[in-house]
């Protein structure tokens, strides 16, 4: 489970934490609250890939 808190920005409203050494800001205007947890993991997920293929190259 990922542990955030949220914040107030231009009337959208943004989950604020950090995970795998990465400061996250994702927006969550829009996503059910039964899907939060998956929302912000697959950002995680995308962004830890990113990471790996920037260390690669």
Known sequence: MI???????????MAVF???DINF????T????DDIQAH???QVDIAVEMQ??????
Not at 30 to 33: K, L
Not at 52 to 57: A, F, K, L, V
Request: no cysteine; proline share 3%.
């Open 3 to 13: 542990t955030y808190t949220t914040k107030e920005d231009e009337g959208v409203t």
């Open 52 to 57: 790996e293929m920037m260390s690669q190259g």
């Open 25 to 28: 800001e994702v927006p969550l």
């Open 40 to 42: 912000l993991q697959a």
């Open 18 to 20: 950090t995970s795998d």
């Open 30 to 33: 829009g996503i059910a609250e």
